[in-house]
Structures are given as structure tokens and as C-alpha cells.
């Protein structure tokens, strides 16, 4: 998800709602790293680091619910 996507669901969020809408990287713990990157446009490596980051923000996002 990019901030657009995020901007989007937002303005759709019902005002009394107390859900958190983030961006998924925002788990992940990499600074500056918020948005997944489109690895469409690069080649073999540039899948292999979406895979990796979405993998550490799954990771911390669950340690994050279980607690």
C-alpha cells in the first residue's frame, strides 16, 4: 500500500472509528522505508528485497498483535 492508498481508506474510515490505518513497512523497522516498492520495474533482486522487507513487517506486526 502507498500513502494514496492509505489517504484513500482514510477518508472512507467512519469518524467514530478507532481503527489504525498504517502503511505496512511502517512494521518492518527499516527507517525511511515506509511504502512497498514496485519491483516490477527492476529485475530478479528487486523481488527478493520486497520479499524480505514484507517478510521482517509480517514478523513485527504479529509480535505487535500478540502483545
Do not use: W
Request: charged share 35%; with cysteine; net charge negative.
Amino acid at each position: 500500500m502507498d500513502r494514496k492508498n492509505l489517504r484513500d481508506l482514510q477518508a472512507m474510515q467512519p469518524a467514530r472509528c478507532r481503527a489504525e490505518l498504517n502503511l505496512f513497512l511502517e512494521y518492518a523497522g527499516e527507517p525511511g522505508s515506509s511504502e512497498v516498492p514496485d519491483p516490477y520495474t527492476g529485475d530478479a533482486r528487486d523481488f527478493e528485497h520486497v520479499l524480505d522487507v514484507v517478510t521482517a513487517a509480517s514478523r513485527r506486526l504479529i509480535e505487535k498483535l500478540r502483545r
